[in-house]
């Protein structure tokens, strides 16, 4: 099994930073992209930024600018570091990584269980 765990989020005030990690184990031959996407109370979940295992990253224009993602490879694990973070960023914020495992002939996508980041006054 695939498993992806994230950790970092939690409680910021409005234009502090936050750095959020996601890491990938289990029977995992390969990653191409990984991800960050969030989910607002009564909204669609959306992308807030990817990255290849080459390295191109892609931005929501809502963050670019202020959030970086970047992965060790190494250590299957990739990251979102938030900066100025506004009171519309507050949302669950979901990992998602294509994974081909030991015997797939494909890659799935498989997601996180999500971690809150509330931005307060």
């Known amino acids: 099994q695939v498993q992806l765990v994230e950790s970092g989020g939690g409680l910021v005030q409005a234009g502090g930073a936050l750095r959020l990690s996601c890491a990938a184990s289990?029977?995992?031959?390969?990653?191409?992209?990984m991800g960050w996407y969030r989910q607002a109370p009564g909204k669609q979940r959306v992308m807030v930024a990817t990255i290849t295992s080459g390295g191109s990253t892609n931005y929501a224009e809502s963050v670019k600018g202020r959030c970086t993602i970047s992965r060790d490879n190494a250590k299957n694990t990739v990251y979102l570091q938030m900066n100025s973070l506004k009171f519309e960023d507050a949302a669950v914020y979901y990992c998602n990584a294509n994974i081909q495992k030991y015997g797939d002939k494909s890659t799935y996508a498989y997601w996180g269980q999500g971690t809150q980041v509330t931005v307060s006054s």
């Open positions: 289990g029977s995992i031959l390969g990653i191409n992209t």
